[in-house]
């Protein structure tokens, strides 16, 4: 290590004459008995007494960070402690030309105190070396955590070990990043989902969520994929939400707003196991389902045209992730399936909803597609004027409709919502009528994002996010209209179907609920459904919501969570088959009794 030198030469001819300068002079590695606790360093209640302040340190190098473009490349070390719990010990040590450090090694440091901005708020104390010097082997003690602390900054930059088995919440940053979002104590779930925004209970699980969240990261924090590193653990890409680690343990920092673990050891990882295709009941019952596509679209219908706006960049990933839709729809068996994200590219041969219901039929399938025109202009749009729409379609030997297609424009459907489709059905027993009529209503209100947002439909700091007031007005507008039976049906046996973009407790969902409406998993008495995963958070954006007379016909309701929890790698992007990630939301399926056994 290089012996300790005077910052600047210039400063050597006044300390000559001035006694007050010998301290700049004197070597600070060579008393052991003048260095500082690190805990000192950190103070009681953020004050940070000795930020700025020239100090002496010594304790054991835990870890080393080897990031190369965001510059935090440095080493953590960690002394014996100073007896105060408050206050944590240990402090980041950034690399400099003159100063190397090697994990193991006991050292003593000096340099300057100071605080690092680590993004979002985020800060890390550190010391900017100016010489360091190594002492031998050095120990130091990995604190053991079985529930996550009420203050995780008394640790920070300490070794920390993990007692119990934490639950994969999000592996979404894997690739990207080299780091995935873990939580105590199991899933973490969207406030929404549990309350009404705003409320003091969605601010309770809020609170809960932000205490069990922890980030694990693989060391080397400039975004190398984490199956480079060789710290975590072999298929943890692969893995999907809601597996367990175990024997997790690391160094701790903050970083773009939240804690992460800098693991140091290699965990075992528990692989959550995949959900079979829910299994068909009664052949008497209707099946209807519902599935957000994720963007479904065919560029010029003809092999070329891509990339598209959204959805596939080329023509093969279209194909796969056709065959993956395909192979979803098929292993859910629905009569009817209501469909989100298609891309509004009319009716004809070349559009997308004809070719999903043509490599539907590939493999002997009977599937027809509802229109809202008939016939059809070839270039015939909608409903709606969107990039994307509803679509509907349907089994012709199960179900057959009953009269034409409605929708409902304008309001804030059009350019916010996607414009509603409704089609009367009834179903079918040996190629004849048999049973009541009953309308299947495909929804997609507005996104939650914040693009153009004003007024009342700006984030409102509650946690619906933006365009809530959009929502639940198309949530007043949908209601009002099915009153009217814009199918021509006579019944008042209706479903309806999709992605609402709110949670089960946001406003949107529950004035459709306080009109009468009835949430299909309720009535099932399903146990915390969800159907997408944000943030690490579980919720329900797709929902199914029937009339009284309906929801007193309904056998069963089910997600089948083959989607949300899936990573990545398992997209058809990433170039992998099967229905698993298919799209990031889980399709749903609901079993009725219409017509009864004989």
């Known amino acids: 290590m290089p012996a300790f030198r005077p910052r600047s030469a210039a400063l050597l001819l006044p300390c000559l004459l001035l006694s007050a300068c010998a301290s700049l002079q004197r070597d600070p590695l060579a008393d052991a008995a003048a260095t500082t606790p690190i805990g000192a360093l950190h103070g009681r209640d953020a004050s940070r007494p000795l930020e700025g302040t020239r100090l002496t340190i010594e304790g054991t190098v835990t870890a080393a960070l080897t990031g190369e473009d965001d510059g935090f490349v440095g080493w953590f070390v960690q002394d014996a402690g100073d007896g105060d719990d408050a206050t944590s010990d240990a402090v980041f040590v950034p690399a400099t030309p003159e100063v190397s450090l090697h994990v193991g090694d006991r050292v003593r440091v000096f340099g300057r105190a100071t605080q690092l901005d680590t993004g979002r708020g985020s800060r890390l104390t550190a010391l900017e070396p100016e010489a360091a010097r190594a002492l031998g082997a ?34 979404g940053d894997i690739l990207k990043e080299g ?65 367990t680690l175990e024997g997790v343990e690391g160094v701790l920092d903050a970083r773009d707003g939240a804690w992460r673990l800098q693991l140091t050891a290699t965990p075992t990882l528990h692989p959550a196991a995949r959900e079979p295709a829910p299994q068909a009941g009664d052949a008497n ?72 219901v043509e490599r539907l039929n590939r493999d002997g399938g009977d599937w027809r597609y509802v229109a809202p025109c008939r016939p059809c ?67 997609h209100f507005k996104s939650k994002g914040c693009g153009q947002a004003q007024g009342a439909d700006r984030d409102q700091g509650d946690g619906a996010a933006c365009w809530n007031a959009l929502r639940t007005d198309s949530a ?68 199914a919501l029937l009339s009284p007379g309906l929801a007193a016909r309904l056998r069963g309701a089910v997600e089948w969570h083959s989607n949300a929890d899936e990573p990545l790698a398992a997209g058809y992007r990433a170039g992998a088959a099967g229905p698993w990630r298919s799209s990031d939301h889980d399709p749903l399926l609901l079993s009725f009794r219409l017509v009864q056994s004989r």
């Open 179 to 243: 780091r995935a979002l873990v939580a105590f104590d199991g899933p973490l779930w969207q406030p929404g989902e549990r309350a009404a925004p705003g409320s003091e209970a969605a601010r309770a699980v809020a609170a809960d969520n932000a205490r069990r969240r922890l980030w694990l990261d693989d060391g080397r924090i400039a975004g190398a994929p984490a199956l480079d590193s060789g710290v975590l653990p072999p298929g943890y890409a692969q893995a999907r939400s809601g597996s």
């Open 377 to 443: 202009a070839a270039d015939a749009r909608g409903p709606g004027d969107d990039q994307i729409r509803v679509g509907m379609i349907y089994r012709a030997s199960r179900v057959a409709p009953r009269g034409a297609a409605a929708t409902l424009q304008g309001g804030p459907f059009g350019a916010g919502s996607r414009v509603p489709l409704a089609q009367a059905f009834v179903s079918l027993r040996r190629g004849r009528p048999a049973g009541p009529a009953f309308a299947v209503v495909a929804n």
């Open 285 to 356: 019952d209707l099946r209807i389902a519902a599935f957000n596509l994720e963007n479904l679209f065919n560029g010029d219908g003809r092999g070329g045209g891509f990339p598209t706006p959204r959805g596939a960049r080329d023509a093969a990933e279209y194909q796969l992730q056709q065959d993956k839709l395909a192979v979803t729809i098929q292993s859910l068996k629905p009569d009817i399936a209501a469909l989100m994200e298609l891309e509004n590219d009319g009716y004809g041969p070349d559009s997308t909803l004809a070719q999903l």
């Open 476 to 543: 007043r507008r949908l209601d009002a209209w099915l009153k009217t039976d814009p199918t021509k049906s006579g019944s008042d046996l209706a479903v309806i179907l999709g992605d609402l973009n709110a949670y089960a407790e946001e406003e949107p969902v529950r004035t459709l609920k306080d009109a009468g409406w009835r949430d299909a998993f309720a009535v099932a008495k399903v146990a915390r459904p969800y159907s997408y995963v944000y943030d690490g958070e579980l919720g329900r954006l797709d929902h």
């Open 138 to 171: 050095g120990r130091a003690e990995t604190l053991v955590l079985d529930a996550p602390p009420a203050d995780w900054s008394r640790y920070a930059g300490m070794r920390i070990g993990i007692g119990r088995r934490l639950t994969l919440a999000d592996t």
